[in-house]
């Protein structure tokens, strides 16, 4: 095959050959890329003229051959399902030009190396970004590795030598985009803070004689570097972020697939700004330091409304902030796509379509309790029901539901409201914790007067409930009247797909570590190598386990006064309820989960006893 031409590394024959040699395309796509080739570049160009004009700059960066193949979205030609990424194209490329190629973990980049080796116009302009330091060696990701007098000014700018590995296009741009806007934002801010000094938070009173120690919370800078924040959690499909103030820093962390991951060390000076410009969107009092508050911000992600779920507490160090984000993806979904297996959703499918009862979902918090409740209302949501949710606070809205909010400063709390909505003609009712007696007496009345009430518990596993509903104070003979059934669960890792690979492991060990599968010989398993999809966890996304246990006639005889935990958990057990263990070992054995996962999340009670 002839050698590329280096000074133009993105030639259209070139690029197709490399293509063709590795099957990525076939002949007939290269004949009908070439083809299109003119058209595709004067729609990039049009849409990159308009683009850069709303932001009030020239066109930087030149369409290149990638670009319209990434454009026409060809199918690929190896058998592999999708489409031809822009990725795969440059990892090719890469390939062939014999450097490495690095798919750019943004959580793993360090902020002041990104931002402060070379300058933003410099990097924009030739697709360049420096990403780590190895060895006193700058590594530079780019898409264009060949251009050495590009290269050669940044070791001379720098001092240092300079290690070139291929990233794609888009991912340079946007990190570009996103880190010296990031970086501007912050810098700009912390330069408006004028005044010298120690914040040391709450730890003791600091008298001043002016308070300098706030920015204005509406401050642009300010403005964009919160915006900021919250595209970057979307974008990395975070459930939670953390702004947490240190004695000299504040640490930004996003908590992703359940794991909390350190993403940014921003100036201490910056803090009660970010504070009380996150305040502000949530509607808290921005003067109240020294209470907790709890607050919500609607926001716009992709042309869906995504609510963010506020709350502040004072810590010896300022006051540290976590938000919630609650994605309408996540939070509410199809019943058969939450992780059931088939028997459990067939049981829990029965539970729902009832009458009238008390239906249980127990676990731990962030255990996912909240999707399986609106996902099942949703589910049995028609315009014959009226549904009714209390919750503490409202974590989603749905126009479907009628939602009310506790309210504690003022006498609305769950066994209060309850009495209310019971003449408000509801058919469904969801209560968001079943926390005290009176609210389980209210919920027990709810149910005994015809309704379907759905609620939650904070205990270990589904036989517990029982227990758990008597030691509120619950009479025995009023649970026997009411309850349908108890789903207990958690989230586990899902195994990237990316780099699943399988292995073998004997049926002995797995016993040893506590996991039963009740095979003999080597098993068959799955685990993650770690890619840069799924940032080297192994792991990339997460599904349920559920333990589902139906309130059956056996059962609702050893419920009494002094009923034994042990004993209703081996009486449902005999009835073929499949515990929380056991399902995850399913998962397990179906390469959805890894082993080390099982023996995260579950437990096995008297292990090492005997």
Excluded at 19 to 37: E, F, G, P, T
Excluded at 142 to 166: F, G, K, L, Q
Excluded at 222 to 243: E, G, K, P, W
Excluded at 332 to 353: A, E, N, P, Y
């Amino acid at each position: 095959m002839p050698q590329l031409d280096l000074k133009d590394p993105f030639a259209p024959k070139d690029v197709c050959r490399v293509l063709l040699k590795r099957r990525l395309i076939s002949k007939d796509q290269a004949k009908m890329v070439l083809q299109k080739q003119p058209k595709v570049e004067e729609e990039l160009l049009k849409e990159s003229r308009q683009r850069m004009a709303s932001f009030g700059q020239k066109i930087a960066n030149p369409i290149n051959f990638v670009d319209v193949v990434t454009r026409i979205g060809l199918m690929r030609a190896d058998g592999k399902p999708g489409i031809l990424e822009e990725d795969i194209i440059y990892q090719a490329l890469a390939s062939e030009w014999a450097i490495d190629y690095r798919k750019i973990d943004p959580l793993k980049l360090d902020l002041n190396l990104v931002t402060t080796k070379i300058p933003r116009n410099f990097a924009m302009k030739h697709l360049v970004l420096p990403i780590d330091i190895s060895d006193g060696t700058l590594v530079v990701a780019t898409p264009n590795p060949h251009n050495m007098e590009v290269i050669d000014d940044i070791a001379r700018v720098t001092n240092m030598r300079i290690s070139t590995v291929v990233s794609s296009k888009t991912d340079i741009l946007k990190l570009i985009d996103e880190f010296f806007g990031f970086q501007r934002s912050i810098a700009a801010a912390e330069d408006l803070f004028s005044a010298s000094g120690i914040d040391i938070g709450n730890l003791e009173q600091y008298v001043r004689l002016k308070s300098a120690d706030e920015l204005p919370s509406n401050d642009q800078h300010i403005v964009n570097a919160v915006n900021h924040l919250f595209i970057y959690a979307f974008d990395q499909r975070a459930s939670d972020i953390h702004i947490e103030p240190k004695r000299e820093a504040v640490h930004v962390r996003m908590r992703i697939d359940g794991v909390l991951h350190t993403v940014y060390k921003l100036p201490k000076k910056v803090h009660n700004a970010i504070v009380s410009r996150i305040k502000a969107l949530s509607r808290l009092n921005m003067a109240e330091k020294r209470r907790p508050q709890d607050g919500r911000i609607k926001m716009d992600k992709a042309g869906q409304e995504t609510e963010i779920r506020i709350s502040t507490v004072p810590v010896a160090f300022g006051e540290k902030v976590v938000m919630r984000v609650m994605d309408p993806d996540v939070l509410i979904q199809d019943l058969d796509g939450l992780g059931f297996s088939d028997s459990d959703l067939k049981k829990f499918d029965q539970f729902i379509r009832m009458s009238h009862g008390i239906i249980l979902v127990t676990g731990p918090t962030g255990s996912g309790k909240s999707t399986t409740l609106y996902s099942s209302l949703r589910k049995i949501s028609t315009p014959e029901n009226n549904i009714v949710t209390v919750e503490d606070p409202i974590e989603m809205i749905h126009e479907e539901f009628n939602q009310i909010g506790v309210q504690s400063a003022i006498g609305v709390t769950f066994g209060s409201i309850l009495k209310t909505i019971l003449r408000q003609d509801p058919d469904i009712i969801m209560i968001g914790e079943m926390r005290d007696l009176e609210t389980a007496e209210n919920a027990v009345q709810a149910s005994l007067t015809g309704h379907l009430v759905l609620s939650t518990l904070h205990t270990n596993d589904a036989p517990s409930s029982i227990t758990r509903l008597l030691d509120l104070g619950v009479p025995a003979f009023l649970i026997q009247a009411t309850l349908i059934g108890i789903v207990a669960q958690r989230l586990v890792r899902v195994i990237c797909e990316y780099c699943r690979e399988s292995f073998e492991m004997e049926a002995a060990d797995l016993t040893t570590l506590g996991i039963d599968t009740g095979l003999e010989g080597a098993v068959k398993l799955h685990r993650g190598i770690g890619c840069n999809r799924c940032r080297h966890t192994g792991y990339r996304g997460r599904s349920g386990i559920y333990e589902v246990m139906p309130y059956s006639d056996s059962i609702q005889k050893m419920t009494t006064a002094k009923a034994n935990f042990e004993n209703i958990r081996r009486r449902a057990k005999e009835e073929g309820m499949v515990t929380l263990r056991q399902n995850a070992i399913m998962k397990m054995l179906d390469g959805v989960t890894s082993a080390k996962e099982v023996l995260r999340v579950t437990s096995v009670r008297k292990l090492w006893q005997g």
